[in-house]
Every structure is written in C-alpha cells, then in structure tokens.
RNA sequence: GGUGCCAUAGCUCAGUUGGUAGAGCAACGGACUGAAAAUCCGUGUGUCCCUAGUUCGAUUCUUGGUGGCACCA
C-alpha cells in the first residue's frame, strides 16, 4: 500500500448486538491490522459478561485495545478516551495504514472523531455536594443558581435534565468562568481519514438477536458477575443495563424473570436510542451486515 | 346438541345511560460535548368480530351468524 496516502480510521458502528465484532474481526484480518474497540463499558475488566466483551480466542487472533483495560473503580470519560485514543492511534498509524475502530457507544465516537471540549476533571467531593444538594434543595434551586452563573447556558440547556445542569455548574464552580464560554463547539482536526460504516438490521430480527443475546448472558453467568459487583452498585459505572435490573432483583423489587425480561426491554430501547443518534451523522454509509463484499470493496476504494 | 359468558390497540384489559374510544406493558420518535449502556423529553398506532335492523346517529340496543371459554348433556 502507497504509505503518502493518509491514514484511514474504519469506523464500525451501529446498534448494540446488531454484528459488529465478528464483522470487524474478518475485516481488520483482511487488511492485516488492529481493532479498538469503541465500547464505553468493555472497557471494564469488571464486566465481561454484561458487556458482551468477544471471546478470548477472537481477541487473541487480533490484537484488540480498549476492552478490559481499565476498572471500574478510576473515574473515566468520553474527554480521556479521545485522548488515549488518538495516543494509541499516533503509534498504530506508523505500522498501519488502516485502523479499525468498532463500538457503539456515541459520544465516544464523536469525541474521537471530532473532539471534546478541555474541560478540568471534577472534584468528586464537588460532585457529591452538588448531588446532594439538588436532593435536598430540588432541581427549582439549582436552576437558580446556573441562572446568576451562566445566563446564555440557562438560556439552551434542556432545564428538565438534572445531569446537564449539574455538570454545567460542576465546571462554573471548578473554572470560576461561564461552562458556555467554554464550549468551543468545533470540530477538531484529524490528520486521519475517518471513514464511518453503519450496519442496521430488520427491527425483528435485531430484537431476536438482542433477547437471545441476554439470554446467553444469563446461562454465561450474568447473576453472579452482578453479584461479585452488588457492593459496588452506586458506582456510577454500573448504573448499566444488565447490571441494574439485576441489583433490583437482588434487592427484592422483582422476580428474576421479571428482571431478565427488563434487561431485554432496556437493551432494545439502547439500540433504539443509538440508532437515533446515527441516524442524524450524514457521514455515516449503511450497510446489512452480511454485505461483507461490498464493505470490503468500499474500503479498498479509499486504498 | 343445550344453556350461559366473552369478542375493543401488538398483548392484558377498561369504557361509552347511543354522539366513532383510553390505561398499563410492548412499540415508535426526538434532545444530548466530560456519568453517555447515563440523563431528559415526546407520540395512541384502532374496520370497537361479521351481518341485518331500530335510530338523525350504533362500538354501545335488537336479530342472525362466526370464533373462544365455562357448565350441562
């Protein structure tokens, strides 16, 4: 391969269980590279089986990254994964022209491709406060308070969203500055070409797959994966489908098959919710994912 | 075979003293730049089993069917 042509980040999206990995697999085998993976939660090594993290055989025929490399208990976001990424992707770019990146978790994808604003880390003694506080205080008093703080912020921000005005007065209070004058709202440049593959199936068939899927976490041992994690459960981390309606089960509120079939109720709502969010990013071509041909061939294009 | 009950949204069912209907679940759509598998917002999708009557008007009342369930033979 000509090593000017710049260098191509394949990105495989879509909705979860919809085939992404054994596709991706076949593909980074095909142009002889390397997968990372795009998965906000198989990044944890604490929960392989909730996450549908690929089989060990898979991951060691091709070199994967970003599955099972961080834990559960560091304070993790979409901001350090765009930089870990872009590191990793510095170092892969010299021995491959092709990348594949493969996921489906949305903002993640965006921040590699796209960027994320530098913001500070927060305190967690900040965001505990401040947790507390729109406990005890209501929503009505923080509003508020984001009002005096950052009046054009107040102005566009979805007020019924408890997390968006937290997080825009974590970052007032943190930078003593506005949160909206530092929201640059550009895309950043990427010295890589960025080609995004979209892969969709028929509804039914992707709920199929998506209920039998936790069906074979729970005969995989989901329970006591979930168990092992019961005493870590307000952790922010495992506020995750698969895990919830399980710690609910353990605690008494529902039957265990009212649980699994919660979990597949969620899921489906998951995929529905990132296919909206795909469904609006124009750069993205669909494809089924038995078109493997015609992926391969749209690749090779760009070679 | 006889008698009784039921038939309304994808499912379970409510309701209309006659003015074409609504809950839960399921489904569907949207927002979203640092918790994102998170968080938040929105949408009823219908030959009210069929037929013939009564009526200005029938999903509702009446006749006759069809299907289901129960009981009696």
């Given at each position: 391969?000509?090593?000017?042509?710049?260098?191509?980040?394949?990105?495989?999206?879509?909705?979860?269980?919809?085939?992404?990995?054994?596709?991706?697999?076949?593909?980074?085998?095909?142009?002889?590279?390397?997968?990372?993976?795009?998965?906000?939660?198989?990044?944890?090594?604490?929960?392989?089986?909730?996450?549908?993290?690929?089989?060990?055989?898979?991951?060691?025929?091709?070199?994967?990254?970003f599955i099972q490399t961080h834990s559960i208990f560091d304070i993790y976001n979409a901001a350090k994964f765009e930089a870990e990424v872009l590191d990793k992707l510095r170092h892969m770019f010299e021995i491959h022209d092709f990348v594949v990146m493969t996921g489906g978790s949305m903002l993640y994808i965006d921040a590699v491709c796209k960027g994320i604003d530098d913001l500070p880390d927060i305190e967690p003694e900040l965001r505990t406060a401040l947790s507390e506080r729109m406990q005890k205080e209501g929503i009505e008093q923080l509003r508020a308070e984001l009002k005096l703080l950052d009046p054009a912020y107040y102005r566009e921000v979805d007020l019924r969203n408890p997390v968006r005005i937290l997080h825009a007065l974590e970052i007032c209070y943190t930078t003593g500055k506005?949160?909206?004058?530092?929201?640059?709202?550009?895309?950043?440049?990427?010295?890589?070409?960025?080609?995004?593959?979209?892969?969709?199936?028929?509804?039914?068939?992707?709920?199929?797959?998506?209920?039998?899927?936790?069906?074979?976490?729970?005969?995989?041992?989901?329970?006591?994966?979930?168990?092992?994690?019961?005493?870590?459960?307000?952790?922010?981390?495992?506020?995750?489908?698969?895990?919830?309606?399980?710690?609910?089960?353990?605690?008494?509120?529902?039957?265990?098959?009212?649980?699994?079939?919660?979990i597949k109720s969620n899921t489906r709502k998951y995929a529905r919710k990132q296919l909206t969010w795909f469904r609006k990013d124009t750069d993205i071509q669909w494809f089924h994912p038995n078109q493997e041909e015609e992926i391969v061939q749209l690749i090779s294009n760009y070679g």
């Open positions: 391969m000509n090593k000017k042509l710049p260098h191509t980040l394949i990105i495989l999206l879509g909705p979860t269980c919809v085939g992404k990995t054994s596709l991706s697999i076949r593909i980074a085998r095909l142009f002889e590279t390397e997968i990372i993976s795009c998965d906000s939660r198989q990044l944890f090594r604490e929960m392989a089986i909730g996450t549908a993290v690929p089989d060990k055989v898979l991951l060691e025929n091709i070199p994967h990254h506005s949160f909206s004058s530092q929201r640059s709202k550009t895309v950043k440049k990427r010295n890589f070409r960025i080609i995004k593959i979209g892969l969709n199936l028929d509804r039914r068939e992707l709920y199929d797959r998506i209920n039998r899927r936790v069906d074979e976490m729970m005969i995989a041992g989901l329970e006591q994966e979930a168990k092992n994690l019961y005493p870590h459960r307000h952790l922010s981390t495992l506020n995750t489908v698969g895990y919830r309606e399980l710690f609910d089960y353990f605690d008494g509120h529902c039957s265990k098959a009212e649980a699994v079939e919660k």
